[in-house]
């Protein structure tokens, strides 16, 4: 059997390891000149840098075996740390209970709390519907904290209102259930010897980044003869009586078409449907256009000096301030940059081809170095711009109409037999790296045994992602 994997994400070479290993013939057709996608890496001077923070987290102990395998077990592992930075203090986050009320002054805890009390008590007489961000967090945290952690960042790295965003969102991105449940976690620690929450600690390649993960799913693929074409951008899907028959590609200057037994998508799927022959119908166009993704600009700063932040990552939601996130990736790994220096990583979201989008090394660099000076992290010329990086489909936006406008896309493609979409961007799905290896995993399984082996469900539900 002939399988066709577009993208070489972490879901795309998931699903060609699994394919390759049971004995299939793989082609793995990839845009880009390198693999991994969001999650690859690459190096500039000494320096390693990946696009932001990227952690591997499962209770899967399998799929953690698995990872292992794919990176020779050059491992290493870390306690996540990561703060938010508000009025010159930083907090905990996931929330802690103590830590915020240490923080906070006491005529805005007193407030918060009242806050909290009130809004638990008005939904015996007037319920707050989940509509939105906004009211599901109102509603489990009142209106100061709202005000102060979750609305603030939210509307500022999606760059519209939280009255706009599904509570889907709140659901996979807010680690408690309420306000209460943030005290009683915080009260009631881990005993010695229990395990750890999956939020606390994580699993990072010893070298090479976050990319090691997909580079090693690249070499091993190769190894068990599987056809990994970069740079080969797809134009054309031939369907056929609800197959598809042939997918054409651009490689090397040159057009190609390969007739795959199946196709396995991982590319971002409106795009993908865009190349549809015969062409999808207008509503399925009009479905398209109206789902919109969050791009990123990374500027990565390099500072002369060995440490910037004790953090993974630090969350900025102060409107004053242009980045939103800062990650350091000497602290994910320690082969990430030289002993006396390191490199910030400081993230900038926009909507692609705005200004934002369109800014240049040098100005970026400009307007990190000041957010992070402004906040006392650096002093005036300690930094300087090393590289740039962009990302158009960073992040799916959740809005209201999400969900209906997907439903409108599904017939164009479900019914194919051959033709499978999955992992982040085929699903347009925000989730974290162990749900996109085990999306590609499954579905390769589903397409290699003829049943379905759950590859939708994986990060399907009402469950915390963070």
């Keep these: 059997m002939h399988v066709v994997v577009l993208g070489a994400g972490l879901a795309g070479l998931s699903s060609a390891w699994t394919l390759a290993k049971e004995g299939h013939q793989v082609t793995v057709l990839e845009k880009e000149d390198h693999v991994g996608g969001m999650a690859s890496s690459w190096k500039v001077g000494p320096y390693t840098l990946d696009h932001g923070p990227h952690r591997f987290h499962t209770k899967d102990q399998e799929l953690l075996a698995h990872v292992y395998e794919i990176l020779d077990n050059q491992v290493v592992i870390r306690e996540r740390r990561s703060r938010i930075y508000l009025e010159g203090k930083y907090f905990d986050y996931p929330l802690k209970a103590m830590n915020v009320l240490k923080g906070l002054d006491v005529w805005l805890l007193t407030r918060a709390i009242g806050d909290y009390a009130w809004i638990r008590m008005s939904q015996w007489f007037k319920p707050i519907p989940d509509t939105h961000f906004e009211n599901w967090v109102i509603k489990r945290f009142g209106r100061t904290l709202y005000r102060l952690f979750f609305g603030t960042y939210t509307s500022k790295a999606w760059r519209m209102p939280c009255t706009e965003i599904s509570a889907d969102w709140a659901a996979q991105r807010i680690a408690q259930a309420n306000l209460w449940d943030t005290i009683k976690k915080t009260l009631n620690p881990p005993r010695e010897g229990e395990v750890r929450s999956l939020v606390t600690q994580f699993w990072y390649p010893a070298e090479g980044g976050v990319g090691a993960i997909s580079e090693g799913y690249a070499t091993k693929v190769r190894r068990m003869g599987g056809d990994i074409r970069l740079g080969a951008k797809v134009t054309k899907l031939d369907l056929e009586r609800s197959r598809v028959v042939a997918i054409t590609f651009e490689h090397e200057g040159r057009e190609h078409v390969v007739r795959p037994d199946h196709v396995i998508n991982t590319a971002p799927i409106p795009r993908i449907l865009g190349l549809f022959r015969p062409e999808i119908a207008p509503e399925v166009k009009q479905a ?159 397409v290699s045994q003829g049943v379905d082996q759950g590859a939708a469900r994986v990060a399907g539900g009402q469950e915390y992602f963070g």
């Design 288 to 446: 398209i256009a109206n789902l919109k993704y969050i791009g990123i600009v990374f500027v990565y700063l390099e500072v002369l000096k060995p440490s910037v932040i004790p953090d993974h990552w630090v969350y900025l939601p102060s409107g004053d301030l242009t980045i939103h996130r800062i990650s350091e990736f000497k602290n994910f790994s320690d082969s990430a940059a030289p002993g006396d220096r390191t490199v910030v990583c400081c993230e900038i979201t926009c909507r692609p081809g705005d200004e934002r989008w369109n800014l240049s090394l040098a100005e970026a660099a400009r307007v990190a170095e000041k957010d992070l000076v402004s906040i006392g992290l650096l002093r005036p010329g300690e930094a300087r711009g090393l590289d740039l990086a962009k990302l158009p489909f960073a992040y799916p936006v959740y809005d209201l109409t999400y969900k209906k406008n997907l439903e409108t896309l599904e017939p164009a493609y479900k019914d194919l037999v051959n033709f499978h979409s999955t992992g982040r961007q085929g699903l347009y799905r925000y989730n974290n790296m162990d749900h996109s290896l085990a999306m590609g995993r499954k579905m390769a399984s589903t």
